[in-house]
Nanobody
Framework: QVQLVESGGGLIQAGGSLRLSCVIS????????MGWFRRAPGKEREFVAS????????YYAASVKGRFTISRDNAKNTVYLQMNNMKPEDTAEYYC??????????????????????WGQGTQVTVSS
């Protein structure tokens, strides 16, 4: 059984920073493509960032590129999302997701939520203006 647990959400002022963490358990983490998604109130879930299983390739949504950084530590079975220069429009529930690398990594492919087999419960991020 694969489980993902997010942490690190909270209330932050615009311009501030937060780092989200997601710990995965149950299988060999290093072979998973990992992604972050978010759902703002009244909106559909949207892609934020993804990272290849080796960590060597990343891909970002245009709305966060240059402000957010996704990374992973395979020794700790953890993926991170560093969020800088945050904006009120970043307010959302943030979810991490995992796919057992069943396809060659491409950013566009893994921006699709249906690629992912496993999801965390989410962590709330609120950015005040």
């Amino acid at each position: 059984q694969v489980q993902l647990v997010e942490s690190g959400g909270g209330l932050i002022q615009a311009g501030g920073s937060l780092r989200l963490s997601c710990v995965i358990s149950g299988r060999t983490f290093s072979r998973y493509v990992m992604g972050w998604f978010r759902r703002a109130p009244g909106k559909e879930r949207e892609f934020v960032a993804s990272i290849s299983w080796s960590g060597g390739i990343t891909y970002y949504a245009a709305s966060v590129k240059g402000r957010f950084t996704i990374s992973r530590d395979n020794a700790k079975n953890t993926v991170y999302l560093q969020m800088n220069n945050m904006k009120p429009e970043d307010t959302a529930e943030y979810y991490c997701a995992a796919d057992p690398a069943t396809a060659a990594y491409s950013g566009i492919l893994y921006s699709n939520e249906y690629r992912y087999d496993y999801w965390g419960q989410g962590t709330q991020v609120t950015v005040s203006s």
